[in-house]
């Protein structure tokens, strides 16, 4: 199909529109005179609002009321657009899509109304492919290439100069971050083992980062006060793009999953991962050597290399010494793996 303009609907979640940057890529590489707007929210805005891909952002509230969701809804069918991707799957962005309307409206199959009644084209998403991957499934477009998954973040000059000023004040040397919090427990692993990791890293001559967002300072403090090094733990909150940043200048990142995560392997480091099964599929690049799992038992990983399926049940199961053992792989391999997508 040809398409002149194009809205791609992502709401919320920092870590899931980084995942969507290979989307917005490959839409403007197979529609490069389309227009390309965004649907999103005022908190995941901070990852489009510089992309070179997008020609408009437009918020909704996330509070907002039938009334200012029906308003938006009319406004943007005024627009006419030619193909709606509702890449986040909710009840409300469908009904969103339909309201807009489009010739080409796609998202993921699912059960009840949403595929007879908003999707003109829904797809069924493979179970447990790599979320990039399966955004790129979306476009329904013979051209699309599915290899293309590198997450992608531009950062502007206002953020490296920020983090130029929070390096030269907290960092000494070379720098590990370490995302050991995480607002859902069950995505969180154990304070004291992540504290024991963050320790081993300085005693590998590392300096400790603790990563953390808006109201997790309490999470990290006690991570700190496991730890028998310092680190740096107490500072001001960086915006996120600035945090995209202090993590391109870091040396690698292990911990939780979570927007971090994601941004740190947009810009180009090793990361270590410590997943629940079920997510890791889904949520990691499974056959990168630079990005590494380790997680609970069930999970299938074909020709998963250096990633470490436990025998673990639960997160707070895996153990310290997988982990280690998979921060000594990566550490091994020296930052000549480093590459980066990070665009000022």
Not at 23 to 31: E, G, S, T, V
Not at 136 to 164: G, N, Y
Not at 237 to 251: G, N, Y
Request: net charge positive; glycine share 6%; aromatic share 8%.
């Amino acid at each position: 199909m040809n398409a002149s303009s194009i809205l791609v609907i992502r709401l919320r979640e920092l870590g899931d529109t980084i995942l969507a940057t290979p989307l917005l890529r490959q839409l403007k590489k197979i529609y490069p005179q389309a227009s390309l707007d965004v649907l999103c929210q005022k908190a995941n805005r901070v990852i489009l609002k510089d992309s070179r891909y997008v020609d408009e952002t437009i918020v909704l509230s996330r509070q907002a009321s039938a009334r200012e969701f029906l308003k938006l809804a009319r406004s943007l069918r005024a627009k006419k657009y030619d193909l709606i991707i509702d890449a986040q799957g909710l009840p409300k962005t469908a009904l969103m899509s339909r309201l807009i309307g489009a010739k080409k409206r796609t998202g993921f199959r699912d059960r009840g109304w949403r595929n007879r009644i908003c999707y003109s084209h829904p797809i069924q998403r493979p179970p447990a492919e790599y979320m990039a991957m399966a955004n790129l499934r979306l476009i329904q477009d013979d051209r699309v290439d599915l290899r293309d998954t590198a997450l992608e973040l531009e950062v502007s000059e206002k953020a490296e100069a920020s983090a130029e000023k929070f390096k030269r004040k907290y960092f000494a040397g070379p720098v590990a971050a370490v995302f050991g919090v995480d607002r859902y427990r069950y995505r969180s692993w154990s304070p004291q083992k992540t504290a024991v990791i963050a320790d081993r890293l300085a005693g590998l001559g590392f300096q400790p980062w603790l990563v953390y967002g808006p109201g997790q300072e309490a999470d990290a403090n006690r991570i700190a006060s496991f730890m028998k090094c310092g680190a740096v733990c107490d500072y001001e909150m960086p915006t996120f793009d600035t945090l995209a940043a202090l993590l391109s200048r870091c040396e690698l990142c292990v911990g939780n999953d979570g927007g971090p995560m994601h941004a740190a392997r947009a810009v180009g480091i090793p990361t270590i991962t410590i997943y629940h099964h079920a997510a890791a599929l889904s949520w990691a690049p499974i056959h990168d050597r630079q990005h590494r799992i380790v997680c609970t038992r069930g999970a299938v990983l074909s020709n998963f290399g250096g990633h470490f399926v436990t025998d673990a049940l639960s997160l707070d199961e895996i153990s310290i010494e997988a982990v280690w053992q998979t921060v000594m792989q990566v550490v091994s391999q020296g930052v000549s793996l480093r590459t980066t997508s990070i665009a000022a």
